[in-house]
């Protein structure tokens, strides 16, 4: 299992490398290559949250079996990591992080709760729990990014339209219509309503249109991965890294403790459901953070550097929680 994990963190370092090689060689173009428009990463990070991420999001909900769903397991994982987010969301608005830009409490919250459920996920469930933790798995993994980023463009639009009626001010009213219109015509939101709106149909998917989104969101992890390296070429490393460490510290140490908390002594799940849960949970930030944070241009070196990080120091931390599982 652990040759396996290895050999799937090296090739996502070395995707992450090639994007880096590309970026600094500007094959792609200068960062600052006809305005803001023109900056390369920028551009390819649009392209995913525009065309591949909406695509991936709409496939997987309209597809998903909710009535087959394990919903104790997905209540284990869900309330806690949904909770913690709006935790760390809301002490980065308590201590002003919102000062510096209105999305930075959203990018915070994302970079220190979203896992590598793929790349990583995948083949470390596979490896240690067999193909019975890979369903289950696979099954939390289908409500990841549809729940998470959904929070979180909530939470962020608001906050958007909030700095806006300050330096404009409108009236309750006109805020809320703001932030709902902006919330729902959304890349992230609008597909997961279009796709359950289909799935509440019991529509199936024609063939050729499953094809097509199955294509297009097959291209979100070469994509984000390679986007992470050109990143670090055009933004280079954070300044200071106090506040890096702590979003990796909350990603890898704190998110997978309060699950475990919550879902064996607060739920009382135990076995292969609770492990594959606690290890999911303590999985590196995983790219589609990055894609949040260049969608609202804000705290992006940070984030890079944030899933990188994270990604080096998975291996031991994940060490760490499969000794503390066996020991349960």
Known sequence: MSWIVFNKLLAILIAVAIGWFVGRMRWLGDADAGGSGGDPARVLSNVAFYIFVPALLFRTTARVDFASLPWLTLAAFFLPVLGLLVAIYAFQRWRGAAEKGPAVPSVQAITATFGNTLQVGVPLAAGVFGEAGLAIHITVVSLHALSILTVLTLLVELDLARARSQQSPTGLGALLLNTVRNTVIHPVVLPVLAGLGWNALGLRLPAVLDEVL????????????????????????????????????????????????FAHWGLGLAGMPLGVIVMMAALPTGSNALIFSQRYRCQEGETTAAVVLSTLCFMPTAAIWLALLAWL
């Open 214 to 261: 199955q294509m297009l969101g097959t291209a979100v992890v070469p994509l984000c991965l390679t986007l992470i390296g050109m990143s670090l070429a055009y933004l280079g490393w954070p300044r200071t890294w106090r506040a890096v460490l702590g979003l990796v510290a909350a990603k890898l140490l704190l998110l997978p403790a309060v699950v475990l908390v």
